[in-house]
């Protein structure tokens, strides 16, 4: 093999949202001459989860790390305008403003409540209201079997993942940080460290630092390093329907069955996670939707909790991939115990799109200072994966 013709200071693999968060938060916190190159295997981004994503955020976790991620998610949102402009043009966010709300029958609510408390304590604003109180506030909900709903008061809502992703590259390559087209076959590691990553093309850079943020092909890219990471990928369909019914204050509502809804443009978006014994480990090319899974699975559902949802029409739908960690579904982030310079941040489990800014700052963080400055997310670190210890979030939507 051709030795390295170039070295970086952080190589980063897969430029989606995390890639772009951590690089930016780099190239801010780096000195001038240091060099951050990210690399890319598909630039069109349009079959990563961030392009696929439903885009939303919530404080509403059981994990305090989450909401303490989230929170700090909604503060880099409504300051993206000012602190992604580049050139004074800002990027195109679309940071939407409106509570999950999430609800809950009888047997479910002593979980909501001691999620709620959690929530509480890490200054979330979030409200549990009883069923007379859902009524009362969302005329257009049937509340038949539900004891109540907690919902988020302010910072939850959603945005255009796809405008966040090319504001934080823009800023980051405004900043010095490269960012180039190419697949990393391979990490080379000698003993407790990684010398350089070698391309599909056969070359080979040398890094001083790695940042492995391949989504769901990450547990691959940990592979060529000798580390099994326990991240697969998981398909999730999203299901876009027009509705006559207005729900006028809906927000991103979490029913008990699994279904959720929220409102996009003129009409809604949709889905329901799969019950576990049908949610088998996917192709990573396998973005089939099931064609009847709308009228069968969906559709009863949204007509039973929004009697005017009964004349929903479909308007169009996608699969995208959770790339999930199959021990707790939290992200793993950091350094393996064994390897000091690469770091992980995978696994994301379907809130990673929300998780990015405050990833990007940890990571940054890791690489400049070697431990966490801001956010305490040791709790997220390979000891719990390694000793089989899971720090299970109970809200998985
Ligand atoms: C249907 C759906 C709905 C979701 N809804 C939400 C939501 O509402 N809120 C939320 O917070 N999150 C949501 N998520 C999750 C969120 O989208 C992801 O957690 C987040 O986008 C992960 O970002 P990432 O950059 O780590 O990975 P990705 O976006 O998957 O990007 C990984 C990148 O790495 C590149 N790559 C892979 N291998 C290599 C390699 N060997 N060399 C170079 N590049 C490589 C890929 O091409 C890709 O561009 C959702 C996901 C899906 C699928």
Request: aromatic share 8%; charged share 20%; net charge neutral.
């Amino acid at each position: 093999m051709s030795p390295p013709r170039e070295r970086f200071d952080v190589v980063i693999v897969g430029g989606a949202v995390v890639g772009s968060s951590a690089a930016l938060f780099l190239a801010e916190a780096l000195p001038p001459a240091a060099r951050v190159l990210v690399l890319e295997a598909d630039p069109s981004y349009t079959r990563c989860a961030t392009t696929r994503s439903l885009a939303s955020i919530r404080h509403q976790f059981s994990t305090p790390e989450n909401v303490r991620m989230s929170m700090f998610g909604t503060q880099f949102l409504r300051q993206a305008h000012e602190r992604l402009a580049v050139g004074g043009e800002p990027p195109l966010i679309g940071f939407v403003e409106r509570g999950y709300l999430f609800l809950a029958t009888a047997p479910g609510w002593p979980v909501l409540a001691s999620n709620h408390a959690v929530q509480r304590a890490e200054g979330a604003e979030v409200a549990l209201l009883d069923a007379a109180e859902l009524s009362r506030r969302f005329p257009w909900l049937n509340t038949d079997g539900l004891a109540g709903g907690s919902l988020g008061l302010a910072g939850e809502g959603w945005l255009d993942a796809h405008g966040l992703m090319n504001g934080l590259q823009r800023k980051a390559r405004s900043l010095g940080v490269q960012m180039r087209h190419a697949r990393v076959a391979q990490l080379v590691r000698q003993g407790r460290r990684i010398s350089a990553v070698v391309l599909a093309d056969g070359n080979r850079i040398a890094c001083g630092q790695v940042i492995n943020a391949a989504g769901i092909a990450a547990a691959a890219v940990a592979r060529s390093a000798g580390i099994e990471l326990p991240v697969q990928a998981r398909k999730r369909c999203v299901f876009h329907f027009s509705s006559p019914e207005r729900a006028p204050g809906c927000g991103l509502v979490i029913d008990p069955t699994g279904l959720y809804f929220r409102p996009e443009g003129p009409g809604f978006l949709c889905g329901i996670a799969p019950p576990e014994n049908e949610d088998p480990p996917c192709d990573a090319a396998d973005f089939d939707v099931p064609p009847d899974w709308f009228e069968t699975r969906l559709w009863p559902l949204l007509a039973a909790r929004v009697p005017g949802f009964e004349a929903a029409r479909l308007l169009s739908s996608w699969a995208g991939h959770y790339d999930v960690n199959v021990l707790d579904h939290n992200v793993i982030l950091g350094a393996h115990p064994e390897v000091d310079n690469l770091l992980f941040a995978n696994g994301f489990s379907g809130h990673g799109l929300q998780q990015s800014p405050a990833v990007g700052r940890a990571l940054m963080e890791l690489v400049v200072h070697g431990a966490y400055r801001s956010l305490d997310l040791s709790a997220f670190g390979w000891q719990r994966v390694i000793e089989g210890r899971p720090l299970r979030e109970l809200n998985v939507v």
